[in-house]
């Protein structure tokens, strides 16, 4: 990287303002009952296993938005990068979820025959949607909130007073997501969307991806929704 990120709420990167003009959606995102609950302890368990098999079955679609992405780079490096992420989901990110799931009682088999939840559609759906009918740029806009997001959602958990970190049953999950590894991989994605912004951003581009970004970060609200409520 040529520059580190302190900040996630940075005015002077392109993430940092699209937060800050979806203020509301995004606290709505970062704050949810579900993300407090984990903090407290207090999700049901059975909501947090609902979640854990729709989220296996994102991640295949989460996949397949990556490789969209090497299709849609402009660049040899830009495309290696994509290709590297592509690789580190599906044979590993992928191997690790199912590990961590087998704790919970949930094998790769059964997850595999769930149906998809309607949230779960309606979101990678429109990420894919926004990849082919935009550019590069508005894919990885509409794939921040999450990548971005739980980076963030991370990192405010273990910063809160308010979470119980001792015999926490998602003990796991927050210090997973507030790592150093993953804190990374955020940092580099909002490096890359101004790396991306550099050559795409005319006039008008911003209010275009502001719709992307709150569109986005209203369907992972839909995503916690769908997993407190353990809804299909």
């Known amino acids: 990287m040529t520059k580190d990120v302190d900040n996630f709420n940075d005015p002077n990167t392109l993430f940092g303002r699209l937060s800050s003009a979806c203020a509301d959606e995004w606290a709505g995102y970062c704050n949810h009952e579900f993300v407090q609950r984990i903090g407290d302890a207090t999700l049901p368990e059975q909501s947090f296993r609902h979640y854990l098999e729709q989220d296996y079955l994102f991640l295949i679609h989460f996949s397949r938005a990556w490789a969209l992405a090497v299709y849609k780079a402009d660049t040899l490096a830009d495309m290696r990068a994509a290709a590297s992420t592509l690789n580190a989901i599906i044979n590993y990110e992928m191997e690790l979820h199912v590990k961590y799931c087998a704790g919970w009682g ?23 949607e926004r990849g082919l009918a935009g550019d590069v ?19 405010n958990l273990v910063n809160d007073p308010k979470t119980k970190l001792e015999g926490n049953p998602y003990k796991d999950w ?38 992307t970004f709150r569109q986005a970060t209203s369907l992972e609200i839909g995503f916690w929704d769908m997993g407190l409520n353990m809804q299909d």
């Open 106 to 128: 949930l094998t790769e088999q059964e997850m595999e025959l769930k149906n998809e939840a309607r949230a779960n559609m309606a979101y990678t759906r429109y990420v894919l």
């Open 137 to 155: 740029l508005d894919l990885h806009v509409a794939l921040a909130p999450c990548v971005i997001g739980y980076a963030v959602i991370g990192e």
């Open 174 to 211: 927050i210090e997973m997501y507030s790592g150093e590894e993953f804190q990374n991989v955020a940092k580099a994605a909002v490096l890359n969307l101004d790396k991306l912004a550099a050559s795409r951003m005319g006039a008008g581009r911003f209010e275009s991806l502001v719709k």
